[in-house]
């Protein structure tokens, strides 16, 4: 059992392979906290501490009691209304405008296999795989209850939770704040990671130490957005890649969010992350209920690379569906970097032609497809496809290009609409608006509204009748802007429309998905602007960032990897000079860099010289080759490249019998000095040998004091070295 109530302590023990996470009901009914962290067994109570802290309220319930506050205790699911003055996860307006909410055990269950959320994604496991608790909560007199959900993963180190808050009482009620998960941890002193950018500097790695007070990220976009990715680390200040303790939080939705991470008046720190609380006035009629997002929780005593292993895992095997969960992913080359809006039905073949002369597996057409679309200004919402600019009708293009062997992709952004478009003309209210206002543009468009059932509807109807001219095997979903007067014409209050919209968005991918379960669907928002957990479990990859140098790239998926696979990150090899920086590097380098992702090209094939084409048919061989070690091993970051001159990563087989180590020197200097570079995920006491050198290297030197980087005075120097144990 990997979950675990004990009748006598009435504690809640939830086990993995190497955590354990406690919480305890108290005699007053209420749900406290004890223990998250290192596998261990027994009652954590003795942690608590009771004082009187003064100006730190007393349940009516305690009498005279002034030692008991809940602005001191732990809490499961802290909430407005009982003197608990810190950030809480659930604000609940009562029928009467009070916000107070006091919610009490009222029950539990134990049951096997994981839970499931209506209409959101989330962590999914058969019975051999989870178990769920699930823990009542209830306000006496408001008749509130809150179900606690927790998923218990015991091999894979991981817990879920999410909150389904109902209205049992008569009058309706609002929720101005929900959040999915809180982690209070009574004492310890803790580094914040996060992952912060804007477009083309996505999920920028960020480590501070926690100081008295809030320290808060967020997204009030309508999207997870570039600018802060919806998850966080905790970790003790000595941690490092290899070693000590760290906790990661990590949100499974694609909408606005918000995460607080606050060190209180006691030197406690409280971890809460849901959804975004500006905005947000969800009513709820009585009988109604709302789900709060799943988080996903992990642990590691062994750093953050072990962390980020098992959230790789969790990912790749329990939020990733479909035909592709497991699958290597065509190479393919985009029309955008080469063409953008300038091509027709003969400039795709043609690129297609050169794909299967170089051993591209697929040839995607980016925008600019359909209705009136020859510039970002006009024929956004038209799914129809005009056959006049491509010369022929998209059946018989994508015929034309199955014949070369070659597969067929295309890019939609179904969620856009421009006012130059029949849609908008006919439709100008589905559009996100306020009545009597201009709207805000961006990218020249507007936004449609998902929060309406009519209007996904629509454009599902419009996206399928073109996904069914022709065999399709891949959809490149884009959202080129964040939501802005988010304003509905049909909904009850305007604080549910955004989370309305994400539900939309999510039915959607959904119904698509069922429908073309062969058509593998590439997430993109300007590149990585929702690259997130829900996202995944939708699109088993995402389009990285917007920016293709291969450069910025290293920093861009050296952050993204605390989080997310590999696996899900689409990654190119582009043009140079870089069209986003103007930086030139060698094909060598673009190479390396778009292999620690789902690999392929961002240009016109047709203009590369005889010896870039040479050089791309070996770079394919290449990633062939090491494409299962690659997306399904092991990964381990071996350097910060916001640190360090050499960006190094390593990609590990599950048994250790060979690993492919990826090095790419960011500066040179004069006189240069050697970097050596230390391995990791070896086993103890082999020899291993390089594949290109043929010499052999022992395990453990090749960990402890590592391979030397030979020192060339060129720019940007990429290497690859495959090992193999003997």
């Known amino acids: 059992m990997s979950i675990i109530f004990d009748k006598n302590n009435k504690t809640f023990t939830l086990h993995t392979k190497n955590s354990s996470y406690q919480m305890q009901i108290d005699p007053y009914g209420f749900l406290l906290h004890l223990y998250y962290g290192r596998r261990t067994e027994g009652c954590m109570d003795y942690l608590l501490t009771y004082a009187d802290r003064g100006f730190s309220g007393n349940p009516y319930d305690t009498g005279a009691d002034r030692t008991y506050s809940m602005d001191v205790l732990p809490q499961e699911f802290p909430h407005t209304g009982l003197g608990d003055y810190r950030n809480v996860a659930c604000t609940v307006v009562n029928a009467d405008q009070s916000r107070c909410c006091d919610l009490r055990y009222a029950g539990h269950e134990i049951r096997k296999g994981k839970y499931f959320l209506k209409g959101l994604p989330a962590v999914y496991a058969d019975e051999s ?262 010369g022929e009708s998209l059946g018989h293009l994508i015929e034309r290009i199955n014949a070369l062997g070659v597969k067929f992709g295309i890019w939609i952004e179904p969620e856009g609409i421009n006012e130059d478009s029949h849609l908008y003309r006919e439709h100008p209210d589905w559009a996100l608006s306020i009545p009597g206002r201009k709207p805000v543009r961006a990218r020249n468009q507007l936004v449609l509204d998902f929060s309406r059932k009519e209007v996904v509807d629509a454009i599902f109807n419009m996206i399928c009748d073109v996904l069914d001219q022709g065999n399709i095997e891949y959809v490149k979903w884009d959202m080129n802007r964040s939501l802005d007067a988010v304003f509905s014409r049909t909904a009850k209050d305007q604080g549910m429309v955004a989370y309305d919209y994400v539900l939309g968005l999510y039915d959607f991918l959904e119904r698509l998905t069922q429908r073309y379960p062969n058509i593998l669907i590439e997430g993109c928002s300007g590149g990585g602007g929702r690259f997130d957990a829900g996202m995944l479990y939708y699109t088993p990859q995402i389009w990285c960032s917007d920016n293709t140098d291969a450069l910025d790239r290293i920093k861009i998926q050296y952050g993204t990897s605390f989080g997310y696979p590999v696996s899900s990150m689409g990654s190119h090899v582009s043009a140079v000079p870089n069209h986003q920086t103007g930086r030139s590097t060698t094909l060598q380098v673009r190479s390396v860099v778009a292999m620690a992702g789902t690999f392929g090209y961002e240009l016109d094939l047709g203009t590369l010289s005889e010896e870039g084409r040479e050089i791309v048919k070996k770079q394919i061989k290449e990633y062939r080759k090491y494409a299962q070690l690659i997306n399904y091993g092991v990964y381990y970051r071996l350097t910060n490249p916001f640190e360090e001159e050499a960006a190094a990563w390593e990609f590990v087989s599950e048994d250790g019998s060979e690993a492919l180590l990826n090095v790419v020197m960011q500066d040179i200097h004069g006189n240069m000095t050697v970097d050596y570079i230390r391995l990791r995920g070896l086993i103890p006491g082999r020899m291993y040998r390089s594949e290109e050198s043929g010499r052999l290297y022992p395990a453990d030197a090749l960990m402890q004091t590592g391979i030397p980087i030979p020192v060339e005075y060129k720019a940007y120097r990429a290497y690859q070295i495959h090992f193999v144990a003997e």
């Open 129 to 390: 795989e989870a178990e769920t608790l699930e823990i009542t909560l209830k306000d006496a007199v408001s008749q509130v209850e809150v179900a606690l959900l927790y998923g218990v993963l015991p091999e894979a180190d991981i817990i879920t939770r999410s909150a389904v808050v109902k209205n049992g009482g008569s009058d309706t009620i609002y929720l101005e704040k929900l959040q999915s998960a809180c982690l209070d941890f009574v004492g310890g002193d803790y580094d914040l990671i996060t992952f912060h950018g804007r477009h083309c500097m996505d999920r920028m790695y960020q480590r501070h130490h926690l100081a008295h007070g809030t320290a808060r990220i967020g997204s009030r976009r309508g999207t997870s957005s570039h600018q802060y990715n919806p998850m966080l680390i905790l970790a003790d200040p000595e941690t490092t890649e290899d070693f000590g303790s760290c906790y990661s939080m990590t949100f499974m939705y694609s909408g606005g969010f918000q995460a607080e991470v606050e060190k209180d008046q006691f030197n406690q720190t409280r971890a809460l992350i849901g959804l975004q609380q500006e905005g947000f006035r969800y009513p709820l009629e009585p009988g109604d209920t709302l789900t709060a997002p799943e988080v996903i929780l992990s642990f590691s005593t062994d750093g953050l690379n072990r962390l980020s292993q098992n959230l790789h895992s969790c990912i790749r095997n329990h939020v990733c569906r479909g035909k592709y969960k497991n699958a290597i992913r065509p190479i393919l080359v985009n029309s955008w970097e080469g063409a953008y809006f300038d091509f027709n039905g003969e400039t795709i073949y043609q690129l297609a032609v050169h794909a299967k002369e170089l051993g591209i597996d697929m040839v995607v057409m980016d925008d600019g497809w359909f209705g009136k679309r020859d510039d970002d200004f006009s024929g956004l919402g038209d799914w129809y496809v005009n056959e006049e600019k491509l």
